[in-house]
């Protein structure tokens, strides 16, 4: 994020022969012709680097999507030791945080080889990264995909014969959930060019 701040040149401050009030103010004559001008003052560009209280709120939205997905996700994850959803997220790890490369939605560490992979790291596109109620809104869903990921490592965007794909999954999820909103936005995000969808 960029912001203008404003520096005052140090040859102002050299002249001390203004005279001081009572108050030890100094006073300084007003010329009302050039009253809206400041001439010695230089405008300066300076890159503000976002904290971690930035994004605080991708927590929530990870709670939210795990949330919706154990309510209104009925399928057993593909790794045999959970007998639910549930089970599954309270035995693995997840990280969400803003990416400021790449260009996907969302993305995720999916390693496909490993059986049980025990955390998951979930990357949001940095377009995404003000915390408003539609990015939220959005940021869940997002989410909810990368999620879908984890639990079904072995299913492909798209569906297949005899087996639902994780768009189709990710959708059916959102609209019962009544995210219909974040699909529509999400959507004229990535007819835009701004973002592409996941990685994956």
């Not at 709120?57 to 999507?65: G, P, R, T």
């Not at 790890?93 to 490369?101: L, M």
Request: negative net charge.
């Amino acid at each position: 994020m960029l912001q203008n701040v404003e520096y005052v040149k140090a040859e102002l401050f050299e002249n001390n022969s203004e005279p001081v009030s009572s108050g030890g103010l100094k006073e300084t004559p007003v010329d009302t012709a050039n009253a809206g001008t400041i001439s010695n003052v230089e405008k300066v560009n300076v890159l503000v680097s976002p904290t971690m209280e930035d994004v605080y709120w991708l927590s929530d939205c990870l709670k939210d999507a795990q949330n919706v997905i154990t309510e209104y996700h009925d399928e057993k994850p593909d790794d045999q030791n959970f007998v639910d959803c549930t089970k599954f997220f309270a035995n693995k790890t997840f990280g969400v945080k803003i990416q400021n490369n790449g260009n996907a939605s969302g993305d995720i560490n999916l390693i496909r080889d490993l059986p049980s992979q025990p955390s998951y790291k979930i990357f949001i596109h940095d377009v995404l990264k003000d915390d408003t109620r539609d990015n939220r809104r959005m940021v869940t869903v997002i989410i909810i995909h990368q999620l879908l990921h984890a639990i079904h490592p072995s299913r492909m965007h798209d569906s297949m014969p005899g087996q639902k794909g994780i768009n189709k999954i990710e959708h059916e999820i959102a609209n019962r959930a009544s995210y219909h909103d974040a699909l529509l936005n999400l959507e004229s995000l990535h007819q835009s060019g701004k973002v592409h969808f996941c990685n994956v």
